[in-house]
Antibody
Framework: QVQLQESGPGLVKPSETLSLTCTVS?????????WGWIRQPPGKGLEWIGT???????NYNPSLKSRLTISVDTSKNQFSLKLSSVTAADTAVYYC??????????WGQGTLVTVSS | DIQMTQSPSSLSASIGDRVTITCRAS??????LIWYQQKPGKAPKLLIY???SLQSGVPSRFSGSGSGTDFTLTISSLQPEDFATYYC?????????FGQGTKVEIK
């Protein structure tokens, strides 16, 4: 059974960099699939952030691309998100997940990141 | 980016009702359409992929149809556990995009 777990700070100051890591268990990232991040501001809808393949190939949402870095560490079976120059608009629940043309599944439980001084 | 538009944004229904939610894409996405169910405080759950294929473990009262730009999610007989928010998503291209959601509430 594939499981994903997000980890990282729950509070980030404005203008700083938001950093999250997703640890995958039950499946080797090196075996395939794209792995990615989705966020959901409180009370709002879902926004796809981007994905990465085990080779390092990435797909980013153009709306975030200038601030976004997604990386993978196959030795730890983890992938990570870095979002720079954050503002209050980046406050959201951040989910990591496995992404394919047949859907985003499974998802991590999500982690709330609040941008505030 | 492909825009996904869901309707209605919310609806009220009773147990046993047939419920239909529609999703329209701004361009043809063939059958690359996914439906999710999300309950408060939980991650979305994949219900249907490829527009009409039921994900393993999902009750058969859920069904999907459509291709091209117009899609439908139907719940044939609404159950108490179905009160949630439903999202469509296109997997035709990146960036993946979601509809704004349809909240199904108890009448």
């Amino acid at each position: 059974q594939v499981q994903l777990q997000e980890s990282g700070p729950g509070l980030v100051k404005p203008s700083e960099t938001l950093s999250l890591t997703c640890t995958v268990s039950g499946y080797s990232i090196s075996s395939g699939y794209y792995w990615g991040w989705i966020r959901q501001p409180p009370g709002k809808g879902l926004e796809w952030i981007g994905t990465i393949y085990h080779s390092g190939n990435t797909n980013y949402n153009p709306s975030l691309k200038s601030r976004l870095t997604i990386s993978v560490d196959t030795s730890k079976n983890q992938f990570s998100l870095k979002l720079s120059s954050v503002t209050a608009a980046d406050t959201a629940v951040y989910y990591c997940a496995r992404d394919s043309t047949t859907g985003i599944d499974p998802w991590g439980q999500g982690t709330l990141v609040t941008v505030s001084s | 980016d492909i825009q996904m538009t869901q309707s209605p944004s919310s609806l009220s229904a009773s147990i046993g009702d047939r419920v239909t939610i529609t999703c329209r894409a701004s361009q043809s996405i063939s059958s690359y359409l996914i439906w999710y169910q999300q309950k408060p405080g939980k991650a979305p759950k994949l219900l249907i992929y490829a527009a009409s294929s039921l994900q393993s473990g999902v009750p058969s009262r859920f069904s999907g149809s459509g291709s091209g730009t117009d899609f439908t999610l139907t719940i044939s007989s609404l159950q108490p556990e179905d009160f949630a928010t439903y999202y469509c998503q296109q997997s035709y291209s990146t960036p993946r995009t979601f509809g704004q959601g349809t909240k199904v509430e108890i009448k």
